[in-house]
């Protein structure tokens, strides 16, 4: 069984900042890309920032400069900073988990955790 556990949402004043963590546990031998996706009411789930085990990182335009994603040894961070009325969502990371030697590789989610920004 693998576990992502994440914590950190709540709701900040637009300008404001927030960060977000996702612990994974469980059966890990390795694992590889960790990232975030979120999604807003009556939106489609969208990328906002991803990290492989080596370090090559994604972030989505409407990210980019305000938003960081690192990660160590089995959790992941999203630091939010800047945050806009239209970053309001329900936040979810995932990661790609081996979890054992020669396993196929899963991709496992989060609960989700929410994020919203007043005006």
């Known amino acids: 069984q693998v576990q992502l556990v994440e914590s950190g949402g709540g709701m900040v004043q637009a300008g404001g900042s927030l960060r977000l963590s996702c612990a994974v546990s469980?059966?890990?031998?390795?694992?590889?890309?960790m990232g975030w996706e979120r999604q807003a009411p009556g939106k489609q789930r969208e990328l906002v920032a991803s990290?492989?085990?080596?370090?090559t990182e994604t972030i989505a335009d409407f990210a980019r400069g305000r938003f960081t994603i690192s990660r160590a040894e089995n959790t992941v961070y999203l630091q939010m900073n800047g945050l806009k009325s239209e970053d309001a969502a329900v936040y979810y990371c995932?990661?790609?988990?081996?979890?054992?030697?020669?396993?196929?590789?899963?991709?496992?989610w989060g609960q989700g955790t929410l994020v919203t920004v007043s005006s």
């Open positions: 469980g059966n890990i031998f390795n694992i590889g890309v």
């Open positions: 990290s492989t085990s080596a370090g």
């Open positions: 995932y990661a790609d988990v081996e979890e054992s030697r020669g396993s196929t590789v899963q991709v496992h």
